[in-house]
């Protein structure tokens, strides 16, 4: 490789994290080298140090961490060595980073245009009329709707699908010559996760940005790297080309990693009787716009249903109306087939602790600020009233239950915990107040595979253990073949197609449960590349969020 050719040069980085009063490593002596124009996968594990690492590429190191030892030469300079001043010179600038939430990386409080000038501008880029001209441009490459128009709104205005494609934009409003991209499709659905990852492969090879592409997902790495480095507790596996590694990699761990996707859910045996939840001919709005049309679905005892379907499907709002936090305009939610209050404020409090909700985003739905012993325990004392001895006896409990430790975890901080482990405690949380009925919100989407394998597992247990009823809310279709029952499929506020699982992935399908199918990525270097080609050809749109 030519020196000319080089544009990021790491040798031997170490990072250490801080573990009360003593440092422990996390990144152990890694290399990496990326050529101009060259687009790396790193693939691992949660805590194998893929986002530590693609933050110490910009001479980062986030609270609890530094950077120990080796270099980081960026296009020559030296970033260990750099003043603060330069540093915030080149990020932004030559340097950009894609988060891989969108929604809670943008200002709630601003624009879409106000963020995404501020770099140009305050990088001195260009002034303000041309970086608002330069926005609409990239917003069209990025196939945003009414670009000219879409910079206007808040953050909470678009879908994620939207917001994430704008992220990337705003990253690229400098050009720089490094792109970070950090887990950016993970919570996208599969037909939205095409429109991005085609748009951001698009817009890094027109203009020739090099690219640190952090995922866990395979298939997907495996349409935008040139080049692939498998990482595990902070050290290098193996590398090489995409081609190469997804044809005959050499270690028995990178092997674990393509095989992952192995779990089927035991056999419950649960007969269909009486539904614990209906959904019967519900319709909603949020204003004038409705959301939901006369949507129907049952959920049984010991019996998942999957409900799939892209961003703004109307997935999440169903699950708002059974909660009681969107009251339907038409139709009713039925409990043991006893109607439901439609507002949650009027519910009694045993209608809401039998339905409990394990959210997408651990990070944000557990307090940051409470102990587990807290977490686990309010809504034990709150729904059973339990007290003393006996709240701490069944908390203990939950952890046993969720194979967590007492003693190790019950008075530690979320920010202690690891992703699986934040989204155990959002499961024992939810556990605590004894229901019947639980929604699980996308709760494997932001898991790397091993992880959410573990999760599946736990829920599966516990289904069959504690007699419970999910109502899985995914837009992953490998997660639906491995745990659901019945499958539900949404597109625009209605039920496009419905039935048990086994009837529902054997053809013939709805043309929209087809689209779905066709758009899980596979593990091909050529998949997007043919698809786009063959959608492009039959004049077929890859999303209704475009």
């Not at 049952?298 to 009681?324: C, L, M, P, Q, Y």
Request: proline share 5%.
């Amino acid at each position: 490789m030519a020196d000319s050719d080089l544009l990021l040069d790491i040798r031997d980085l170490r990072i250490d994290g801080k573990a009360g009063d003593d440092w422990l490593p996390i990144v152990k002596g890694v290399n990496l080298t990326l050529k101009k124009g060259e687009v790396l996968g790193l693939i691992g594990e949660s805590g194998a140090g893929k986002s530590t690492i693609g933050l110490a590429a910009m001479g980062f190191a986030r609270d609890g961490c530094r950077i120990s030892g080796g270099t980081i030469d960026f296009d020559g300079v030296d970033l260990r060595k750099s003043s603060q001043d330069n540093l915030r010179r080149l990020r932004g600038k030559r340097i950009a980073y894609v988060a891989q939430s969108a929604a809670a990386s943008f200002n709630p409080a601003h624009k879409l245009m106000e963020q995404y000038v501020e770099a140009p501008v305050r990088h001195g880029v260009m002034g303000r009329s041309e970086a608002e001209r330069d926005a609409v441009e990239l917003y069209r490459k990025m196939q945003l709707p009414n670009p000219e128009e879409i910079g206007f709104r808040f953050p909470h205005q678009v879908s994620g699908g939207q917001l994430q494609r704008a992220m990337t934009a705003m990253a690229m409003s400098c050009r720089p010559d490094l792109i970070i991209f950090d887990e950016p499709t993970t919570a996208l659905d599969v037909t939205t996760q095409i429109e991005v990852l085609a748009a951001i492969r698009d817009i890094v090879e027109q203009f020739g940005t090099s690219a640190i592409y952090i995922t866990h997902d395979l298939a997907v790495v495996a349409q935008m790297a040139d080049r692939i480095k498998i990482l595990l507790r902070g050290e290098e596996v193996e590398e090489a080309d995409t081609r190469t590694m997804l044809a005959d990699p050499q270690e028995d761990y990178t092997k674990s990693l393509w095989a992952v996707r192995s779990f089927k859910r035991s056999a419950q045996d649960a007969p269909k009787s009486e539904p614990v939840v209906s959904v019967r001919n519900v319709s909603a709005s949020y204003g004038p716009v409705q959301v939901l049309d006369d949507v129907s679905f049952d959920i049984h005892a010991r019996r998942t249903v999957a409900v799939v379907g892209e961003s703004g499907s109307g997935k999440s709002t169903a699950a708002r109306v059974i909660t009681g936090l969107l009251p339907p305009t038409h139709g009713e939610v039925l409990f043991d087939g006893t109607p439901l209050p439609a507002d949650y404020r009027k519910r009694t409090r045993d209608q809401l602790r039998h339905a409990q909700m394990i959210y997408q985003m651990a990070d944000t739905a557990l307090n940051p600020k409470l102990t587990i012993r807290k977490l686990i325990g309010r809504p034990a004392q709150m729904y059973l009233g339990l007290r003393g001895r006996k709240l701490n006896e069944r908390i203990r409990e939950l952890l046993h239950l969720i194979e967590m430790e007492p003693d190790e975890f019950i008075d530690r901080l979320p920010s202690e915990l690891s992703g699986g482990q934040k989204q155990r405690i959002g499961i024992a949380r939810a556990l605590a107040a004894e229901p019947r009925f639980i929604i699980c919100d996308e709760v494997t989407s932001a898991l790397d595979q091993i992880v959410a394998e573990g999760i599946l597992k736990l829920l599966d247990r516990l289904q069959g253990e504690l007699n419970l009823a999910y109502m899985f809310i995914t837009h992953d279709l490998a997660t639906v073949k491995a745990i659901a029952d019945d499958v539900v499929v949404m597109q625009k506020g209605r039920v496009v197609e419905q039935g048990p699982k086994e009837e529902m992935f054997r053809p013939p399908h709805h043309p929209y449960t087809d689209l779905l199918l066709s758009s899980v990525p596979e593990m091909d270097p050529d998949w997007l590349t043919n698809l786009l080609e063959e959608r492009k050809s039959k004049d077929h749109p890859t999303s209704a969020d475009a």
